[in-house]
């Protein structure tokens, strides 16, 4: 009777609890506090300023979906959270890219946010923070749309690198350093690498000793400009002495590229760079800071303009992917596959502009004029430059 008793009693605590709501509550949603902002004016982005091991720990993971609300009430909604720019041109992201101060906001190879929003009423060409009518008084909270949607696709794509020189079989593969000889372009006349002056990935010193062995005589500089070259300079580990006789005897031109292969400035500023290069001696290097996405577009169109097929310039292009990661053909395919058709076929569609085209078996020196030549080149200027490449 005493145990039938207590029965009753728990039975009716039970049901007590559920009557008055003491129920266990909901997990509440996750969500940062407000992040206070920076204009990252190289690409157009946005800094949130949270660390990326702070916004992890908070329980975010590369892959998720999140939603981004700024104080001004411009939103970004179900984008996805990465360590890379996995997303196709135009595209906006959550990146936590490694060697980043915090979480950046950005749209992958573009500035139009405003209207991809729906908020096409400011006039193009501006970069996200403008497009999002942001000021340094602005903040912004990062919440999670949907754990995981994106996971697939940062599975497939997460590829990272070492800095580290032991990691790699020679000095050649970790500087990512090689002569482009293909269509008419001849042997050591131009050269492609990571950065000769920028050091943040260890590189510089290994790249300035093969300009000098390779005879080196000018350099097209797309990721920097005068200050950031000067701030190099002063840098502690800086140790690259030839480039530095190259810079201060006025063989280096500085371009500063931004990443939106789309745009117009883009295209003009990759001709005027082209017509200072081909006032002066080759050999040439192009480099940005890797040697991967705005050199891998200039080596693409410089080949494309010199008579190269397809294949050799796929072949090119995807050689900095196996001296990074070691992702080839034979070893990753669908990896191989993925960055080919994401990133070297659809610029090379872009520069082209007629989607009836079959990139991979038309004749492509004209596209490559045709965009100089719409970017400001003349072709007087163009056969200039070929003539130093080619002959």
């Not at 007590?16 to 996750?30: A, D, F, I, N, Y």
Request: hydrophobic share 40%; aromatic share 12%; proline share 3%.
């Amino acid at each position: 009777m005493k145990k039938a008793n207590n029965l009753i009693i728990l039975t009716l605590v039970i049901l007590m609890t559920m009557l008055t709501g003491c129920q266990p509550k909901e997990p509440e949603t996750l969500k940062t506090p407000d992040l206070s902002l920076a204009h990252e004016t190289e690409f157009g982005g946005i800094y949130l300023k949270m660390t990326i091991d702070d916004f992890n720990a908070l329980g975010f993971k590369y892959g998720d979906s999140v939603n981004i609300s700024f104080s001004n009430g411009f939103t970004m909604e179900d984008i996805p959270y990465y360590n890379g720019y996995y997303v196709d041109a135009g595209s906006p992201l959550l990146i936590a890219y490694p060697g980043y101060d915090y979480i950046k906001a950005a749209i992958n190879y573009g500035e139009d946010l405003w209207e991809r929003a729906g908020l096409d009423n400011l006039m193009a060409g501006e970069t996200l923070w403008l497009k999002a009518a942001l000021d340094e008084n602005s903040t912004g909270t990062i919440s999670l749309n949907e754990a995981g949607k994106y996971l697939d696709i940062q599975e497939a794509r997460d590829i990272s690198y070492s800095d580290d020189r032991s990691q790699f079989d020679s000095d050649v593969i970790f500087a990512n350093f090689r002569n482009f000889a293909m269509g008419n372009i001849k042997e050591g006349r131009i050269y492609r690498s990571a950065s000769p002056c920028d050091n943040q990935h260890k590189r510089a010193p290994y790249v300035d000793a093969l300009m000098k062995e390779n005879g080196i005589s000018a350099i097209l500089n797309l990721s920097d400009n005068t200050d950031k070259i000067s701030r190099y300079i002063d840098m502690d580990d800086f140790s690259s002495v030839y480039f530095l006789s190259l810079y201060e005897t006025g063989n280096v031109i500085p371009i500063a590229l931004n990443m939106n292969y789309l745009s117009e400035e883009f295209a003009a500023k990759i001709a005027n760079g082209l017509i200072q290069l081909s006032e002066k001696e080759a050999p040439y290097l192009v480099h940005c800071t890797e040697g991967k996405d705005r050199t891998g577009f200039v080596c693409m169109l410089i080949e494309m303009l010199a008579g190269a097929k397809y294949q050799d310039i796929a072949d090119d292009y995807m050689l900095t992917y196996d001296n990074y990661y070691k992702i080839t053909q034979q070893k990753d395919p669908a990896r191989y596959k993925t960055i080919l058709e994401k990133n070297l076929d659809a610029m090379m569609k872009f520069v082209i502009g007629d989607a009836s085209v079959d990139y991979k078996t038309a004749e492509l020196s004209g596209y490559g004029r045709s965009y100089l030549i719409k970017a400001g080149m003349t072709d007087q200027q163009i056969d200039l430059f070929l003539k130093r490449i080619c002959e």
